[in-house]
């Protein structure tokens, strides 16, 4: 039982403590290569957030971990087998219906952690800005450490690579088969402007990837996923201190002269 996380504490003890952060975990339930599991992205956000709020708890912050959200966007992987997936608006509203439960509740901090490329949370911080009483913001946690990432990590992908994989041997080794993975090699589009990058599409899944998989993930190790993480929580959990102490005024969350 940890006392910051809210699934495992009882009436008797969420009555006695005031919080000041909620972390509200959010991944996906999707395939990631031949060797990784469907979890990965809601096994990585949950565990990361626990590690998160572990430390700022030790920090003295005042913050509760919310349970994880599951499910994520993947419309565009739904040809792919026992994908789930909740359209932008659908997981957007579930969202909204927490910031009302903590606003309700007294609770005026949100961080939703992300763990799932799919889920953008940009046009949802824009649509409650104004009409809510909390001040909500979002991290992808993966990109916390991108300055560095390239001193860890052999070569860039995007999903069930060599970044992503080292994290789940750090996380759930026993759910990792490296030796099914594949090259991570994708498809290129006929429009060179799509693959450069300037002409935003969203890709088909089934198409743009042989096995699901996205960078090669034969380099990955636990060690690095182990590194990355201590990264990743060693910064965010800071964040989650500064955010926990900050009173919520007129000017917040900026310095105004």
């Known amino acids: 039982m940890e006392k910051w996380k809210l699934q495992e504490i009882t009436y008797k003890e969420v009555k006695k403590n005031k919080y000041e952060v909620a972390v509200l975990p959010v991944g996906s339930t999707e395939p990631h290569g031949f060797h990784l599991p469907y979890g990965s992205d809601f096994f990585q956000s949950q565990r990361i957030a626990e590690l998160i709020c572990e430390q700022a708890d030790k920090k003295k912050a005042k913050v509760i971990l919310l349970p994880c959200i599951p499910y994520g966007v993947n419309t565009n992987t739904l040809k792919l087998p026992l994908v789930i997936s909740l359209r932008p608006s659908v997981l957007g509203k579930l969202i909204i219906e927490i910031i009302d439960s903590l606003e309700h509740h007294g609770i005026r901090k949100l961080i939703i952690l992300n763990g799932h490329g799919g889920n953008e949370f940009g046009s949802l911080l824009r ?6 009483k909390v001040f909500v913001c979002a991290i992808d946690w993966w ?9 860890i990590f052999s070569k860039k992908g995007e999903h069930a690579d060599e970044f992503e994989t080292s994290v789940n041997l750090a996380i759930n080794p026993h ?3 490296l ?4 090259d991570g090699k994708v498809n290129k589009t006929r429009f060179e402007a799509i693959n450069k ?3 935003k599409i ?3 899944w089934h198409l743009f990837t042989k096995d699901t998989g996205a960078g090669n993930p034969k ?3 636990r060690e690095k996923g182990e590194k990355i993480i201590r990264l990743v929580v060693e910064r965010i959990s800071s964040f989650v201190k500064e955010l926990s102490d900050s009173p919520l005024d007129e000017k917040f969350p900026y310095v105004v002269k």
Do not use: S
């Open 127 to 132: 649509e409650i800005h104004g009409r809510t």
């Open 197 to 199: 990058g300037w002409v």
């Open 179 to 182: 030796k099914w993975a594949g």
């Open 143 to 151: 990109k916390v450490g991108e300055d560095l990432a390239e001193k």
């Open 219 to 221: 380099n990955a190790t």
């Open 202 to 204: 969203t890709r088909p």
């Open 175 to 177: 759910l990792v088969h």
